[in-house]
């Protein structure tokens, strides 16, 4: 199957620092999320960008399909920014399933 | 978007029994399906939901340990059968929407306790 790395597996940020987290997958998908699992384990979407580049207020995300990974920006981190973000990728012909990266756990201290 | 209602939003059970977790869907989809969430681990798919036949499982997970049913295009049920404590992990419903954007949207999970 597909392997889906994202780094780095932790970080510590303080409130009003920038931060970028990096997701490497290892086939060519159709369909590429990032995610933000708060700390009551809702899974809250932030982008979808199979290729290109988005924003949405302090976030913004680029995927570059050709070289395959990802990678979401935060900027000025907020303490509501704290949990986990997953990476998570389709295949193409693979019905809609998604494979997930392990995650990048953030803490942004005050 | 979607709007998904996922039910009981956490439980504990005694091992040894199961547990049926809800899902509804705003909206007619074509695919639904079943993740789980282990502790401190990411999420891994046990099946696909297929409306009017048998779901299609994950490498890893069987039918008599989690059955499913989707009777229809906006519900589903997820059943934790014969419960271990192993079994403690979060479940999430997710669907995908019909059409050019293939996003995926998930339920808000239920915490599941086995003891």
């Known amino acids: 199957g597909i392997q889906v790395e994202q780094s780095p597996p932790d970080l510590i940020l303080q409130e009003g620092a920038n931060s970028t987290l990096r997701c490497n997958f290892s086939?060519?998908?159709?369909?590429l999320q990032w995610f933000h699992q708060n700390p009551w384990g809702q899974l809250i979407n932030l982008f979808y960008?199979?290729?290109g580049t988005k924003q949405n207020g302090r976030l913004s995300a680029t995927t570059v399909a050709t070289e395959r990974y990802s990678l979401l920006y935060i900027s000025s981190s907020q303490t509501t920014d704290s949990g986990v973000y997953f990476c998570?990728?389709?295949?193409?012909?693979?019905?809609?399933?998604?494979?997930f990266g392990a995650g990048t756990q953030v803490v942004v201290t005050p | 978007s979607a709007v998904i209602s996922q039910k009981p939003s956490r439980d504990i059970c005694q091992r040894g029994t199961s547990l049926t977790i809800q899902c509804q869907v705003d909206?007619?989809?074509?695919?639904m399906f079943w993740y789980r969430q282990q502790p401190g681990q990411s999420l891994t798919l046990i099946a696909t939901?297929?409306?009017?036949?048998?779901?299609?499982?994950e490498s890893g997970f069987v039918i008599d340990k989690f059955p499913i049913s989707r009777p229809n295009l906006t519900f589903s049920t997820l059943t934790v059968s014969n419960m271990s404590p192993e079994d403690s992990s979060i479940y999430l419903c997710?669907?995908?929407?019909?059409?050019?954007?293939?996003?995926?949207?998930f339920g808000q999970g239920t915490r599941l306790t086995v003891v």
């Open positions: 997710s669907v995908v929407l019909t059409g050019a954007n293939t996003e995926a949207f």
């Open positions: 086939d060519s998908v159709n369909n």
């Open positions: 960008i199979p290729s």
């Open positions: 998570a990728v389709r295949r193409r012909r693979s019905w809609g399933k998604l494979q």
């Open positions: 909206s007619q989809v074509t695919m």
């Open positions: 939901a297929n409306q009017g036949s048998e779901a299609t499982y």
